[in-house]
């Protein structure tokens, strides 16, 4: 990781590209239904075929 315990934007991007994710930010007043969708989704995709699964889309 980075010296000093600091880490860079472009490191953490490495690393979410290494575990297969997306790094992204999401204002708190927000955190709570991001949450509650995602949930709501693991949940219901667990039966879904990957061809069945239907992105989130998240506005920029």
């Not at 955190?31 to 509650?36: G, K, Y």
């Amino acid at each position: 990781m980075e010296s000093k315990g600091k880490l860079r934007l472009d490191t953490l991007e490495l690393v979410a590209k290494d575990l297969n994710s997306n790094l992204i930010l999401i204002p708190k007043e927000k955190l709570n239904a991001v949450q509650a969708v995602l949930e709501s989704e693991s949940s219901s995709d667990m039966s879904r075929r990957p061809e069945q699964l239907v992105p989130i889309k998240v506005k920029y």
